[in-house]
């Protein structure tokens, strides 16, 4: 079974840099853990450190650290309604988390009928 790293400091650092600049405000983010299967074939799950927020709109975001420097991420407003970048894994975080809010922001501006579907 694989460790993974906890979320440094400057991993905080950066998703809180990265969403002052997205909400032109500091907003809280939450740490926990949640178990995923690293590669689809894999029957054993791996507890993973995540990033947790929610914007406003009630949108709820999440960064998995899937190993060093390995992030995967999604968003949703149901559970059962999960969404990605579709991107499997990133190895920056920096790049992780603008691609996760742009394809939100994405997902809202077709909501709303101003981006054609896809």
């Known amino acids: 079974m694989a460790t993974i790293p906890d979320i440094t400091e400057t991993e905080q650092w950066i998703m809180r840099t990265t969403l002052r600049e997205r909400y032109g405000r500091d907003l809280e983010i939450q740490l926990a853990d949640a178990e995923i299967r690293l590669h689809p074939s894999e029957r054993e799950l791996t507890s993973c450190p995540v990033i947790f927020w929610q914007s406003e709109d009630g949108c709820h975001f999440i960064i998995f650290k899937a190993g060093e420097r390995a992030y995967r991420c999604q968003f949703f407003y149901k559970p ?8 499997e894994q990133y190895d920056d975080l920096a790049e992780c988390a ?21």
């Open 80 to 87: 059962y309604k999960q969404m990605g970048t579709g991107v």
């Open 98 to 118: 603008v691609a996760l809010l742009q394809a939100q922001a994405d997902f809202v501006a077709e909501e709303r009928g101003d981006l054609p579907q896809r």
